[in-house]
C-alpha cells in the first residue's frame, strides 16, 4: 500500500466529520486574583478592595514612631549639605562638580522623605534643589548662593516644624527660592 492509500485509510471521510460533534481545545480558566488579596481584597471580612481599619492604624502608629529619626537624619542631612557648600566655596568654581554630585544624592534623599512624614516643603525643596544642583558641572558664587538659599529653607521647615504646604510661610519660602533661581539660575 502506497502513502496516498495509506493516508485516505486514516483519514476520516468528510461525512464522518459533519456527524462527529467538535470535542472543546480549549477551557477557559479563572486565575485567583492574588494582587486584590495583596492590597485589601477578601481579608477580614472586609469587600473587597478595602482595608482593615486596624491594620490602617497600626500603620500610621509605626510611620509616627519613625518621626523622630527623620527629624534627626533631616538635621544630620542639612549639616551635610552645609560642609558640602563650604568646600565648594573653597574650590574654583570649574572644581565644584564632586560637591554638587553629593549635594544632589542628599537631596533626593530629603525628596524622597518629606511626605512620608508629613513634611511636603522638604519634598518640595530637595526636589527643587536636586533639579537645581544636577543641570550643573560647575556652579559660580551666585549659583552656591541658591544652594544655600534651599538649605535656609528646610532648615526653617525643620526648627519650626512646619508640616504640609506650610500655608503662607510656605508659599514665601517657595516664591523666595523661585525669584533666585530665575534671577541667578544659569547653568
Known amino acids: 500500500m502506497s502513502d496516498e492509500d495509506q493516508d485516505k485509510a486514516q483519514a476520516p471521510a468528510a461525512s464522518e466529520l459533519e456527524d462527529t460533534p467538535a470535542k472543546p481545545t480549549a477551557r477557559m480558566v479563572t ?90 516643603l522638604m519634598t518640595r525643596f530637595g526636589r527643587s534643589l536636586r533639579r537645581f544642583t544636577e543641570q550643573l558641572e560647575t556652579a559660580t558664587n551666585e549659583q552656591l548662593l541658591i544652594v544655600r538659599a534651599h538649605i535656609d529653607a528646610m532648615r526653617v521647615v525643620m526648627t519650626q516644624d512646619i508640616r504640609g504646604d506650610g500655608g503662607p510661610l510656605g508659599q514665601e519660602l517657595t516664591t523666595m527660592l523661585e525669584k533666585a533661581i530665575k534671577q541667578y539660575g544659569g547653568g
Open 31 to 120: 486565575p485567583t486574583n492574588r494582587l486584590k488579596n495583596k492590597v485589601g481584597g477578601n481579608m477580614s471580612g472586609n469587600l473587597p478592595g478595602q482595608f482593615d481599619e486596624r491594620l490602617i492604624a497600626q500603620a500610621q502608629a509605626a510611620v509616627g514612631q519613625l518621626r523622630p529619626p527623620y527629624k534627626d537624619q533631616s538635621v544630620e542631612d542639612l549639616l551635610q549639605l552645609q560642609r558640602l557648600v563650604r568646600e565648594a566655596e573653597q574650590r574654583n568654581p570649574q572644581d565644584r562638580g564632586p560637591q554638587l554630585q553629593k549635594i544632589a544624592r542628599i537631596a533626593l534623599n530629603v525628596q524622597g522623605l518629606g511626605d512620608s512624614f508629613g513634611y511636603q
